[in-house]
């Protein structure tokens, strides 16, 4: 008895594709690259496992140290130019208490 196997290879369809500018726009705004509609994060840069809407699996969707790095550069550029400022308005304040006091905070 012979066996014939029949592969069929569907053409790719546009339903299947997404537009990789829109993708990136609503991603920028937080948004599900899917959708548009269901919040891209649960947390401040915690990626959803999956958007609410359409259930989009978004677990591989990995940033690393990008999202951390960038706050810290940001946040930095404020830290240094408030610990300058006060620095300049008293100019003998001890700064060890004023650093252990954000670092416990
Ligand atoms: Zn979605």
Known sequence: MTRTLHIVAEAPTMEGRRDVVTAVRRGFFGRCPNCGEGRMFRAYL??????????????????DD??????????GHFIVAGI?????LW????????AVGFAVR
């Open 66 to 75: 990008a999202p951390a790095y960038v706050t810290m550069l940001i946040m």
């Open 91 to 98: 100019p003998n304040l001890p700064m060890l208490p004023v």
């Open 46 to 63: 915690k990626v959803a496992d999956a958007c609410p809407v359409c259930g989009e699996d978004l677990s591989p969707q990995r940033a």
């Open 84 to 88: 300058l400022a006060v620095d300049e």
